[in-house]
């Protein structure tokens, strides 16, 4: 067992983190870029998706709170400048889902799998940092899934609204997904 944690942890320090700081910073248009090909071919046009940020701003806040180093404090912190930025809806809170290469939401539906993966993303990046506002934040966050997503009646939560908050007509999250609401 000690053998498979130490090559994991030899993966992810030696090849998946030093990947994401080589290849996915967008020095162009700030953030990260959103697609990267198998080949490496890189599409600086292409959407920013939330859910690749937060991942972002998680995986580097807990390498920073773990190892140390200084690379991962910078990406985390350039995850969560972007997102605090950009992703961040002032105006009615939360974060949009889909962002242009230039940082203007094209999606600003509220889908709570983006906004539960930025709690734990603000949340991960307080930790490593003792920043008080990405607390505030996912703080923020938390309180409104509860608030306007939980359905107390069937015992789970309804995962997309509009920018506004109001319930969204159509609930999937994408298009491969089923359209399921409450009956």
């Excluded at 991942?55 to 910078?74: H, P, Q």
């Excluded at 983006?114 to 309180?143: C, M, N, P, W």
């Amino acid at each position: 067992m000690q053998n498979l944690r130490q090559r994991v942890e030899t993966e992810l320090r030696s090849n998946i983190l030093p990947f994401w700081v080589q290849y996915a910073i967008d020095e162009q248009y700030g953030g990260f870029r959103g697609q990267i090909a198998n080949d490496l071919t890189i599409d600086p046009l292409a959407p920013k998706g939330l859910i690749l940020n937060a991942r972002i701003l998680w995986t580097f806040s807990k390498a920073f709170s773990v190892y140390g180093e200084e690379v991962y404090l910078r990406t985390a912190r350039r995850a969560h400048d972007y997102i605090a930025q950009f992703f961040w809806d002032a105006e009615f809170n939360g974060v949009f889902w889909l962002l242009d290469y230039l940082g203007r939401h094209l999606e600003s539906k509220k889908r709570i799998y983006g906004q539960a993966f930025t709690v734990y993303a603000l949340t991960e990046y307080h930790r490593a940092t003792h920043d008080q506002e990405s607390l505030r934040k996912a703080i923020r966050l938390y309180e409104a899934i509860e608030a306007v997503s939980h359905d107390a009646l069937h015992r789970g939560y309804l995962e997309t609204f509009e920018r506004d908050w109001a319930l969204a007509r159509e609930q999937r999250l994408s298009a491969v997904d089923m359209d399921e609401k409450n009956p």
